[in-house]
């Protein structure tokens, strides 16, 4: 199986019969899921993630925290929207737990100098949700340390990953709580940072 | 008049005892029920700062479990589940399986040996009768013995024992997250029209999968411990532990599974290979999930679960290399 054919998989390119029988392969074969997953996860992180209108999920109570948080004073801003290269109409769908979770990643990352700034208040307050697609005004700073941030981002995806992976483990021997189906179902994740300190 | 007596009588002992034993055996039979029954209705599920209200079918026949969960609110979804085969469904017509990603059932299977884990460290109490959607349930409180994991309330219906309100309790009392239904209804039969997805084909929207089984041991992988555990809340064990590869050949990752018969708290500690920046020690909260990394020595060590932070603290603190040490094979 080609990375092609996984890639028109995830562009939504294959015909129904080549949909049926991609499936159908990817259930025979864990390595060929694993494929797909490891494709999709390199796609989101390289597109970038957009927020569906009304759908609640981390990027709610991240931009909702940006609202409120004073930002850093800068004499430039930048729409996000203008630094990202041209895609398609199509947004690209995220549902779920996981993938809610998996969102966290990229929107936490935007989210911790602010949240930081406002220090436990940030934790346990009311997140309302996002109705409409947001574009986020960027400071423009120059970052203190790029290999820093690179290396945060890489740690928020694995904990991303393993967020998912405790779930899928805990979930699958019958553990992690009688709320679990309905959490799942809900696709209910709120991911907020709580307190940093240094190793 | 003697013989409706006798009837009268006859009808208590046939009715089902559903509480009338202890609550441990209630609590065994509540995870039978869920799995076992036949049961339709809408559930409204509340966590953190979101409500979401969900219409579940579930049927029992022959052997096969079949489920049909279809969100009522915003974009149209369903997740339709026959055993272990969890098809998500959102528009477009898109649907991908998975083989084990998704809960069993609205509560647990509980086996002897867990039942008396849970025991030892959760406390079970009757909390008499109420009216949940209608019907008249038996109430069960799970208090924890200590500060280190959350408790549940679980109001199950009193004929069927299918659980109808589910709340996760906080240590100061307060409901964290609550499951309940507002209306069902228990039929003989559900037919199989019931399990047919409405979402048509060529609807507007894509669909995704939801959730990514982890990936596979691969052979030839050496599989040794790489961490050590020294500090667990009482009633912890483990229950799975694995060693993977991490994508693109950065290093391994060992995880293990931790669970008190209730809760479950993830523990992994990835080595990776070349040039690896300090992790920042930090908690961090998903709704009632909490997840606390660190670093240990070459280890980054990252606890994840359902219980007070103090706890994935506690477990996080205690992790610590273990060089040379096989990995001990999972109880």
């Not at chain 2, 300090?278 to 020595?297: E, I």
Request: aromatic share 6%.
């Amino acid at each position: 199986m080609s990375e092609e054919t996984l890639s028109a998989l995830l562009d939504g390119e294959c015909s129904p019969e080549e949909l049926d029988r991609l499936l159908a392969e990817m259930e025979r074969s864990p390595q060929l899921k694993g494929a797909y997953s490891r494709l999709r996860m390199a796609r989101e992180a390289a597109e970038g993630t957009r927020v569906r209108k009304g759908q609640p999920c981390i990027c709610s109570g991240v931009m909702a925290g940006l609202d409120e948080a004073p930002l850093p004073v800068s004499d430039k801003v930048t729409d996000l929207d203008s630094r990202r290269p041209a895609r398609s109409g199509r947004w690209k769908p995220f549902a779920g737990f996981a993938v809610a979770a998996s969102m966290g990643a990229a929107a936490v990352l935007v989210a911790m100098p602010q949240v930081q700034q406002r220090g436990s208040q940030a934790a346990g307050s009311f997140i309302p949700q996002v109705s409409s697609p947001v574009s986020l005004p960027i400071p423009v700073v120059r970052p203190r340390n790029l290999q820093m941030v690179s290396a945060e981002a890489e740690q928020e995806d694995d904990l991303s990953g393993y967020l998912m992976e405790h779930n899928s483990a805990a979930a699958s021997r019958g553990m992690g709580g009688t709320l679990s189906y309905a959490r799942f179902a809900a696709h209910n994740a709120v991911y907020r940072p709580q307190s940093e300190e240094q190793p | 008049m003697r013989g409706r007596a006798l009837l009268g009588v006859l009808g208590l002992a046939l009715a089902p005892a559903v509480f009338a034993a202890d609550p441990a055996e209630f609590l065994v039979r509540i995870g039978e029920a869920a799995r076992g029954s036949n049961y339709q209705g809408v559930i409204i599920y509340r966590g953190d700062d979101m409500l979401e209200t969900m219409r579940v079918t579930h049927r029992f026949r022959d052997g096969m479990e079949h489920e049909r969960v279809q969100s009522l609110n915003g974009d149209p979804r369903e997740i339709l589940k026959e055993n272990n085969k969890v098809i998500c469904l959102l528009p477009k017509d898109r649907k991908l399986t998975m083989n084990l990603p998704t809960p069993k059932a609205l509560f647990p299977a509980l086996s002897p040996e867990r039942l008396q884990q849970i025991t030892q460290v959760y406390e079970l109490r009757d909390l008499g009768t109420a009216r949940v959607a209608g019907r008249n349930c038996q109430g069960l409180a799970i208090v924890p013995r200590d500060q280190f994991r959350y408790g549940y309330e679980i109001w199950a219906d009193q004929d069927s024992a299918v659980p109808l309100k589910v709340s996760m309790i906080g240590r100061e009392g307060e409901v964290l997250e609550q499951m309940m239904f507002t209306e069902i209804e228990f039929p003989a039969t559900i037919p199989d029209e019931a399990f047919r997805p409405q979402l048509a084909p060529g609807e507007t929207r894509q669909v995704v999968q939801m959730v990514e089984n982890p990936p596979l041991p691969q052979p030839g992988v050496v599989v040794r411990a790489g961490l050590q555990l020294d500090r667990l809340p009482p009633g912890y064990r483990v229950a799975f532990r694995e060693m993977r590869p991490l994508p693109n050949g950065r290093g391994t990752v060992e995880h293990l599974v931790l669970s008190d018969g209730l809760s479950a708290i993830s523990v992994f500690s990835a080595r990776k290979t070349g040039a690896v920046a300090p992790v920042s020690q930090r908690v961090s909260q998903m709704g009632t999930v909490h997840a606390y990394r660190r670093q240990v020595g070459t280890l980054h060590v990252t606890v994840v679960g359902e219980a007070p932070q103090e706890t994935v603290r506690m477990i996080g603190d205690g992790a610590k290399p273990l060089a040379t040490a096989e990995a001990p094979a999972a109880p």
